[in-house]
């Protein structure tokens, strides 16, 4: 009887203890208010994190589109100039200021600038005549998007092979790879393809540049634009797997019969993801940019060859149109890479509850 009542005595005492227990609650300014839990540290709610990437992105695309205003209007020349020649009649000279708004100052010309982009009108290119969104989405963003989307399936072919099978590995076959990777991601990207045409198109003669389909005219440009990011990927990933291949789970796989193969593509090359999709801004970056190389060096049309253009004859509405889209997709393939953090590595779920 004695036992028993000490033990529900030490029962009751457990009880209070777990009741009177004081409970985290917020500052709320008043004795009465109802206890409001405190999120813990490190974590965001949904909503919130939602927001917070919109006002980022807000941000971001109205920052490139001032600094592009501002380096366009800043730079020597003038598009009047570039379109009609030193020698332009002053009065026809006056009314093209006019018609284009160029007479107007400058911050004017920024605000009403702004105020078109939020209505959604790019305006119209000062030497094509059309408006902005027609050149920008006709065929030559088509054009961008077949050589870019074919670049991005090298470079995904390309970099995980080069990184699983020379990860941890110190023979000549290694060393070799290593050295061509850091010659291809330090070469000017016009090298590049003028050795991919000497080697292939030249000498091998077995992929074209100008004639044959579409699709054998788009290789070579496609791996001018893919192995320099590849070779920088590649090397990015080849640390990750030889981390991950030096951490005990690795060690109680190797113990349990996982052939090292298995375990390179299964774990290691899991582990080389997270810093490798760390680098897609700027792989896409280098993808957007390297359209304006490549697509002169193969005389292919595109957003590169509109861009070139457009800056060569200070075409404002063209250049700025270049700018913001180039921001859009940046911004979303980013968003996209952060989302993808999670699948990656799961326990990353704790930081955006």
Wanted: cysteine-free; aromatic content about 6%; hydrophobic content about 50%.
């Amino acid at each position: 009887m004695t036992a028993t009542r000490g033990l529900s005595d030490a029962d009751n005492t457990a009880g209070r203890l777990v009741t009177d227990a004081p409970t985290l609650t917020a500052p709320t300014g008043s004795a009465g208010a109802a206890p409001v839990p405190i999120t813990a540290p490190g974590r965001r709610s949904a909503p919130r994190r939602v927001l917070a990437i919109a006002v980022s992105a807000l941000v971001t695309i109205w920052a490139a589109a001032t600094l592009a205003f501002l380096a366009i209007h800043l730079a020597p020349g003038d598009p009047v100039t570039a379109v009609m020649g030193e020698s332009s009649n002053p009065d026809l000279r006056a009314q093209v200021e006019q018609e284009w708004g160029l007479d107007r100052p400058l911050a004017v010309q920024y605000v009403d600038y702004l105020g078109d982009v939020l209505h959604g009108d790019l305006g119209y290119s000062y030497v094509r005549g059309e408006a902005v969104t027609d050149v920008l989405f006709g065929e030559q963003l088509a054009a961008t998007a077949q050589l870019a989307g074919l670049a991005l399936l090298f470079v995904v072919l390309i970099a995980p092979t080069l990184a699983v099978l020379t990860a941890g590995r110190r023979n000549w076959f290694s060393r070799t790879i290593s050295g061509v990777e850091l010659a291809v991601a330090s070469a000017p990207a016009f090298w590049v393809g003028l050795i991919l045409i000497w080697v292939f198109a030249f000498t091998l003669r077995v992929l074209p540049v100008t004639s044959g389909t579409e699709l054998q005219r788009l290789i070579l440009p496609a791996l001018t634009l893919a192995l320099p990011i590849a070779a920088v990927l590649s090397q990015v990933m080849r640390g990750g797997v030889e981390r991950a291949l030096e951490q005990p789970f690795a060690v109680t796989a190797r113990a349990r019969g996982i052939s090292a193969t298995r375990l390179r593509l299964t774990h290691g090359l899991r582990h080389s993801l997270l810093p490798a999709a760390t680098l897609a801004g700027w792989a896409v970056s280098g993808l957007l940019t390297g359209t304006v190389v490549v697509e002169e060096v193969f005389g292919r049309t595109g957003l590169g060859t509109v861009t070139v253009e457009a800056v060569t004859y200070s075409d404002l509405p063209v250049v700025l149109g270049v700018a913001l889209l180039t921001a859009v997709i940046y911004l979303t393939v980013t968003i996209l890479i952060d989302l993808t953090y999670v699948w990656i590595d799961p326990r990353l779920k704790e930081g955006v509850r």
